[in-house]
């Protein structure tokens, strides 16, 4: 079984920065698996933010293409989210996620980030 521990989040005036970091308790990467950060405002669904597969190919969502970006580092077993020029939009519990496959999908427990000033 597969933990994953967030950490990084936060309160951050509009424009700031902020980096998240996913902790996995063993190696997670593989060829076919893929590495996400996903979010949910409240009152609305979780959504995809960032996703990196084992192959090295990323994808953001619209709303936050050319500010976040993400990073994962095997020998650490991390994926980091680096988050700039944030909006209060972007106010919401960040997770985590893992999956190689249907029966292998993990998830951390979330860690809020606040865009406030």
């Known amino acids: 079984q597969v933990q994953l521990v967030e950490s990084g989040g936060g309160l951050v005036q509009p424009g700031g920065s902020l980096r998240l970091s996913c902790k996995a308790s063993?190696?997670?990467?593989?060829?076919?698996?893929?590495m996400a950060w996903y979010r949910q405002a409240p009152g609305k669904q979780r959504e995809l933010v960032a996703i990196r597969t084992g192959g090295g190919t990323t994808n953001y969502a619209d709303s936050v293409k050319d500010r976040f970006s993400i990073f994962t580092d095997n020998a650490k077993n991390t994926i980091d989210l680096q988050m700039n020029s944030l909006k209060p939009e972007d106010t919401a519990v960040y997770y985590c996620n893992v999956r190689w496959d249907i029966a292998n999908d993990y998830w951390g427990q979330g860690t809020q980030v606040t865009v406030s000033s």
């Open positions: 063993q190696n997670v990467f593989r060829s076919y698996a893929t």
